[in-house]
Each structure stands twice: as structure tokens, then as C-alpha cells.
């Protein structure tokens, strides 16, 4: 399984950047998938997150209304576009497809550094 994101970046407040993972290894369309963020010092905190069709999608109080998951199963890849960014969202960025109902585990990307600062 592999989980690779890109995107990330310095920006200035109030400007836009669009996150993706790609994924590998496993039918990423049989999977949720949620984007986690850790700031320097503090806990890895979940973002947002999306079923497997991409039907539901749920979101923290903090980036509601700014930030939008999505994905896209036939290019096996799970997006987070960030708008409106302010200084808080600076952070590195992570995705995570959970374990498996039956058995397994689960897996991190290695993250993406999303830096938001003026």
C-alpha cells in the first residue's frame, strides 16, 4: 500500500491550495479515506473525511465551509481543496486509509507541509 500526497506549500492568508493522494496497492474505491493535519507541538487532528463513494463526507468545525474532500476512484486519488487558508491551518498534512472491516491495517501517506503565513 502506498499513499503519496503533493500540493502542499507556502501561501498567504486567504489564498487556495488543492491537496491530493494517490494511492496504490489496495481497491481504493472499497475504502474511506480521511486527511489528518498536525501542527508543530500538537496532536495529529482529523480533517475531513469521505466514504468510499464519495456520498458522505464529514468535516472538523475548523475548516467547515472552507475546505472541500473529494475523490476520484478511477484515478485512485483523494483530494482536499483549502480555501481561505489562515495562519492556523499551518501544518503538515496526512493522508489515512483505515483498516480493513474484516482484518488488516491501516495506512499514513507521509505527509505534506502546508505553510500558511504573510
Known amino acids: 500500500v502506498q499513499l503519496v500526497e503533493s500540493g502542499g506549500g507556502l501561501v498567504q492568508p486567504g489564498e487556495s491550495l488543492r491537496l491530493s493522494c494517490a494511492a496504490a496497492?489496495?481497491?481504493?474505491?472499497?475504502?474511506?479515506m480521511r486527511w489528518y493535519r498536525q501542527a508543530p507541538g500538537k496532536e495529529r487532528d482529523l480533517v475531513a473525511s469521505?466514504?468510499?463513494?464519495?456520498?458522505?463526507?464529514n468535516y472538523a468545525d475548523s475548516v467547515k465551509g472552507r475546505f472541500t474532500i473529494s475523490r476520484d476512484n478511477a484515478k485512485n486519488t483523494v483530494y482536499l481543496q483549502m480555501n481561505s487558508l489562515k495562519p492556523d491551518d499551518t501544518a503538515v498534512y496526512y493522508c489515512y486509509r483505515p483498516k480493513p472491516v474484516v482484518a488488516g491495517r491501516d495506512y499514513w501517506g507521509q505527509g505534506t507541509q502546508v505553510t500558511v503565513s504573510s
Open positions: 469521505i466514504s468510499s463513494t464519495g456520498g458522505i463526507t
Open positions: 496497492g489496495f481497491t481504493f474505491s472499497s475504502y474511506s
